[in-house]
């Protein structure tokens, strides 16, 4: 199978632009042969960085299936604290030079560096996670429904708590997470509308934290279980660990989310306390992304992830979770009707 044209440099050139790449954050390359001697697929992370159990891990699950199956060299670089949009695009750019493609910027933040670098690179594809704003004939917007999985999520939450009061945390109060909120609180009111849902978001940008800080996450936690809540979900990159380790320190059910984080290794002494995850299959779209470049029939505009799809939904990896028949029908009933169009999820 064909890639579509890479640019390609000299073994010098190369040696100098993986100077250029550490410069702007770390890396670690995998080699591999390639199919046409080309690179393949590279990454570059958000905030939280690879590690997170969540967003960032999902998208470097799909590099290992796709460097696995196309047995081609692949790329993933970390995020510098406090950079720029000219440091993100210094990133992507330093990638394609080096001859890989597809290009992927993990999170909204990488928008106006996405623009840039793929006007720059013509021939190469970019992929932005998170992000609907670019049209461009080489990129792909790689973006889910976030809030129809946080629906069943809310259904979940209310159909398990005690208290009839439930919690919400965001990471960053923006509209990306608005829809998180949003599906969380109308799932948790349609299913039963005497549950208190509290939120709280952690930061107002993304620069402050509000991803990247588990401990904020604890914090939020610890004051919304004070206040009765028995279950509470997040939607909160890295600081959702803290999340989870609140509510299992208080022996109440946590959510997580993106990743199922009931089998995540460094969450493992909490997983007791995670009844399910809200899912959205980053490292899938990631991977079709890939291969899509190596058929030569590359994605572009926007590819929208759903639970028609199955790229969002719910974990059921807990037994607590899945052998729950009540609890199990009625996120069915849910789901079922999402899909057909009869309730409609807002997101906002």
């Known amino acids: 199978m064909r890639r579509i044209s890479r640019i390609t440099v000299a073994g010098a050139a190369t040696a100098s632009l993986a100077l250029a790449l550490s410069a702007c954050g770390g890396t670690s390359t995998s080699s591999g042969s390639g199919s046409d001697g080309d690179k393949g697929l590279a990454i570059a992370y958000d905030v939280g960085g690879k590690g997170d159990q969540s967003f960032n891990d999902a998208a470097y699950a799909g590099l290992e299936q796709a460097k696995k199956e196309f047995g081609y060299e692949t790329a993933d670089v970390e995020p510098t604290d406090g950079e720029t949009d000219a440091d993100k695009e210094q990133r992507l750019v330093s990638l394609a030079k080096q001859g890989h493609n597809p290009v992927v910027g993990v999170g909204y933040a990488y928008a106006a560096a996405i623009k840039n670098a793929a006007e720059k690179y013509p021939d190469t594809t970019f992929g932005i996670v998170d992000d609907a704003t670019i049209e461009s004939k080489n990129v792909a917007d790689l973006v889910f429904n976030e809030e129809q999985a946080s629906y069943l999520a809310g259904v979940a939450a209310a159909k398990t708590t005690k208290t009839d009061t439930v919690g919400f945390v965001g990471g960053v109060d923006i509209p990306l997470i608005h829809k998180f909120q949003a599906g969380f609180a109308q799932g948790v009111k349609d299913t039963d509308p005497k549950v208190k849902v509290l939120s709280q978001y952690l930061t107002q940008t993304a620069e402050e934290g509000g991803f990247s800080s588990p401990d904020k996450g604890k914090t939020a936690a610890e004051g919304q279980i004070e206040k009765k809540a028995d279950v509470v979900y997040a939607a909160a990159g890295l600081s959702g660990q803290g999340v989870i380790e609140a509510a299992a320190a ?55 992830g759903d639970l028609k799809s199955g790229e969002v939904g719910l974990s059921d990896s807990n037994p607590k979770f899945a052998d729950d028949a009540e609890l199990q029908a009625a996120i069915k009933t849910a789901k079922e009707k999402i899909i057909s169009g009869e309730i409609k999820v807002k997101s906002s």
């Open 250 to 304: 208080k022996k109440i059910w946590a959510i997580g989310v993106d990743s199922d984080q009931y089998k995540q290794e460094a969450l493992a002494k909490y997983k007791d306390y995670i009844l399910t995850s809200a899912t959205k299959d980053v490292a899938k779209a990631v991977y079709n992304l890939a291969k899509s470049v190596e058929d030569g029939k590359p994605e572009t505009g926007i590819v929208r």
